[in-house]
């Protein structure tokens, strides 16, 4: 590791520790991120985003506290180091080999973040997922706060910089007026938000630990759809290890996996907003199976 000065300097201001080493960490869509060393014997990692919006790096610095908070047992969270309107630091987690032991233990451990519970459908607070804003005024139903919050903005901004045909917008807009119908009744669970492979970071120390939320509150089923969309490494074992950690408690729907291309819907189309490609198609695909 080197030291560049400007980015060590940055760090020392919001940290009020010197920093020994910095190096750049490879793999982020979005922001820098650097690998710091400091004089105190941690390492931590920075994360910068030219222009970012005022509240970008203070919010997701607040779902990680939030996620955290959900308590002895629950999903491995980064502490929070320092955050400010133009930077987030966090300790570093070593990143290590995935395993069977590590999903197996992320499964139970996920099960207690979400048993943690929200107040409501939502946040107190919009947020961001990737670089798009993300609306969180709460509603009473997560049918709704499906439909409003997570669906329906989604699928205009799709539809706005053309990455869905009027065809595929009518078939989601269709599935929407069925949500109520489909969903089943359920306390809002504490959120992730963004759960998919690349959020979850397996570290040298045999564990799983969650990164880059978009926490809020909502339906638990939302997490465990996003896990299976995009493949996150000896699933079967960790959702199997989910159901039995919540199963004297909160058991899952008999059918809740049937639901799980429901509630792949909204990454579908928020892939579409980032990406294009054939995402809103796929997203449409999805829905049609409801109709």
């Known amino acids: 590791m080197t030291r560049q000065p400007l980015v060590a300097r940055r760090a020392e201001e919001l940290l009020g520790t010197s920093v020994i080493a910095t190096a750049p960490v490879a793999g982020g869509d979005i922001a820098t ?6 004089s105190d014997g941690t390492t931590a990692l920075m994360k910068t985003l030219p222009h970012a919006p005022e509240d970008f790096f203070t919010d997701e610095a607040e779902g990680l506290r939030w996620l955290a908070a959900a308590g002895d047992g629950a999903a491995q969270v980064p502490d929070v180091l320092g955050v400010d309107h ?4 966090i300790r570093w987690v070593e990143p290590g080999k995935q395993s069977v032991d590590a999903a ?3 499964g139970r451990e996920l099960a207690v973040t979400h048993a943690a519970g929200a107040d409501r459908f939502g946040l107190d607070r919009d947020g961001y997922i990737g670089k798009l804003p993300l609306p969180n005024k709460p509603t009473e139903t997560w049918a709704e706060f499906y439909a409003v919050r997570r669906v329906l903005p989604y699928l205009k ?3 706005d910089r053309g ?3 009027e065809e595929d917008a009518a078939t989601i807009e269709a599935l929407v007026a069925r949500l109520p119908a489909l969903v089943p009744d359920e306390p809002p669970a504490r959120l992730h938000g963004d759960l998919w492979n690349g959020n979850v970071l397996w570290g040298l120390d045999g564990r799983a630990w969650l990164i880059d939320p978009a926490a809020y509150g909502g339906h638990r089923e939302m997490d465990l759809a996003m896990l299976a969309l995009f493949g996150l490494p000896h699933l079967p074992r960790m959702l199997d290890a989910y159901a039995e950690a919540c199963a004297d408690t909160r058991p899952l729907a008999d059918d809740w996996q049937e639901r799980a291309p429901l509630h792949q819907i909204f990454p579908l189309l928020v892939h579409a907003c980032h990406f294009g490609g054939g995402y809103a198609a796929r997203a449409a695909q999805a829905a049609a199976t409801y109709l």
């Open 33 to 38: 991120a650097t690998r710091l060393r400091l």
């Open 86 to 89: 133009e930077c987030l630091i």
């Open 104 to 106: 197996t233990a992320f």
């Open 157 to 159: 901004l799709a539809r």
């Open 163 to 165: 990455a869905a045909d």
